[in-house]
């Protein structure tokens, strides 16, 4: 081996044992016993299944609810809410992600009933004031396509670090702004298109009819009206300082993330709410309730459109919540991430008013093995209680080490490396002996063409693929890739410049 190998390779040693540090399995902290629990004979079962994920998966916390018949028949805590040691309860408020979406549908359901809206109105009359323009074929689109995603707005457009963060009142209009700047990606009514952005939309929308602050619809109509008390919709509410401390992945680790509240993603996924709350807000849309327009039941009878998507429980999508059938029964759900916070919301009113919500503040986006898309190991722990529960046996998926430890370490190794390799090859390039003369014309062509393609891809890369979204979900890998297009865009740069330099020296020595 070369000494000039050797020197491209000892980063990649050094990041592969840096990760086999970091990835040091996290001592087990013991919750105190929880007083406010509620268990039954069912208990045992969810109990077991909980408690190995929670190990299998190293979560630091959990909270789960479970209803049936009318009954809550399980509540508690697991695990730990934040680096204190404080015990998760089923009164631990946490960030649902886009499990928030139901809560919005709510809303717009109730002002639908009121008569202030209707789904087949268009919105940008109640949006106009806040831009000066619309983008084309957005005059169209109707609340009902916002709720059900068949607005043509794009997927990423709205997305968690895609957007810029605003505090105070004008947070939501400018976020609206920020969102219909973007050209629609497909005709509204065309096609399905999971958007947060239509979900947001509608929060401007509602605080536009009701003239009050979104946070305070959902206070006064669904937290207030169901006896919500642990809930909230806004950074500034006292009970927003006992949230759980949220967590991301970092190599193999679970680590405590500190990121901001954000204002104007209430709708669509900054909902904060407990244990105990959301057993109140599934047993009420089981049953029947004057706060919630559409039952569990009323919402899988449609309109469901279809999604073209094959992951567990979400072949179709009704009025703010994911319509499929599991294990022979019609199942209602909505899952959710923030990159730091997990919520899912799991309905079978077919199977004895069965529901169930799990809580973590770990983030979901951990991908499964081979062949699996990632969504069911994100979120196992509840397709396996819902499992339990119909009877059938759970089917554990753990993470694969691709997505937790391959691509951060490899990624890294890359950024460690190529600067070294590919400046290390230009400077030889410049001193090759006699014999390495003809094959070194031969590649001058191509190696005229590395700084461009070096400039190109790092360009593309940095403007136009969603790497604050992938910073937000996968930081330890979006953070390499943000390095890795900065690097190219950078050795691009060196690559023009080295001959122009060398031509430069060989003029004035002359």
Not at 148 to 168: I, Q
Not at 195 to 212: K, P, Y
């Amino acid at each position: 081996m070369t000494a000039h190998h050797l020197s491209c390779r000892r980063p990649v040693i050094a990041f592969a044992l840096t990760g086999l540090l970091v990835l040091q399995p996290a001592a087990a902290t013991a919750a105190a016993a929880d007083t406010t629990a509620i268990r039954t004979g069912e208990s045992v079962g969810i109990d077991r299944w909980v408690e190995e994920r929670v190990g299998a998966r190293d979560l630091p916390g959990v909270a789960v609810a479970v209803v049936r018949g009318g009954q809550v028949v399980h509540l508690a805590g697991y695990g730990v809410a934040d680096d204190t040691g404080r015990p998760v309860t089923p009164d631990t408020p946490f960030l649902l992600g886009s499990a928030s979406k139901p809560f919005t549908a709510a809303v717009v359901g109730q002002l639908v009933e009121e008569g202030v809206l209707s789904w087949d109105e268009p919105v940008w009359p109640h949006l106009a004031h806040l831009v000066d323009r619309a983008p084309d074929g957005f005059e169209t689109v109707t609340v009902e396509q916002l709720i059900t995603h068949t607005a043509g707005l794009g997927m990423y457009v709205g997305v968690a670090g895609e957007v810029t963060l605003h505090d105070g009142p004008n947070a939501l209009g400018l976020r609206v702004a920020e969102l219909l700047a973007h050209p629609l990606a497909h005709p509204p009514g065309d096609t399905f298109a999971y958007s947060n952005a239509g979900f947001t939309l509608l929060a401007a929308v509602v605080e536009q009819v009701a003239s009050d602050r979104f946070a305070d619809q959902l206070q006064d109509r669904i937290f207030g009206q169901l006896g919500m008390s642990g809930s909230f919709a806004t950074a500034d509410d006292h009970r927003a300082a006992d949230l759980a401390t949220g967590h991301r992945l970092w190599f193999g680790r679970w680590r405590p993330a500190a990121l901001p509240y954000d204002d104007a993603g209430v709708a669509m996924g900054y909902v904060a709410s407990t244990a105990r709350d959301l057993a109140r807000f599934m047993e009420a849309h089981l049953e029947s309730h004057p706060a919630i327009p559409a039952t569990a039941a009323q919402i899988a009878a449609g309109p469901v459109e279809p999604t073209g998507w094959t992951t567990t429980l979400d072949a179709g999508y009704g009025r703010g919540w994911f319509v499929d059938e599991f294990a022979g029964t019609t199942v209602v759900s909505h899952t959710g991430s923030l990159g730091h916070f997990t919520g899912h919301l799991l309905l079978a009113p077919e199977a004895d008013s069965l529901g169930i919500a799990v809580l973590s503040n770990a983030s979901a986006f951990v991908a499964g093995g081979p062949g699996d898309p990632g969504h069911d190991a994100q979120y196992d722990l509840g397709f396996g209680l819902l499992r339990i529960l119909l009877g059938e046996q759970p089917q554990p998926v753990n993470p694969t080490p691709l997505m937790t430890l391959a691509l951060p370490v490899g990624g890294w190794a890359i950024v460690a490396l190529l600067p070294t390799c590919i400046l290390r090859s230009a400077f030889r390039s410049r001193h090759r002996t006699g014999a390495e003369s003809g094959t070194a014309t031969r590649r001058v062509r191509v190696r005229q063409l590395l700084p461009g393609a070096f400039a190109i891809i790092g360009g593309a890369a940095l403007l136009t693929a969603p790497l604050g979204m992938v910073r937000h979900f996968h930081p330890d890998i979006g953070w390499a890739l943000t390095s890795l297009a900065w690097l190219a865009l950078a050795l691009g740069a060196v690559r023009f410049a080295l001959p122009l330099l060398s031509k430069m020296g060989r003029s004035s020595g002359n």
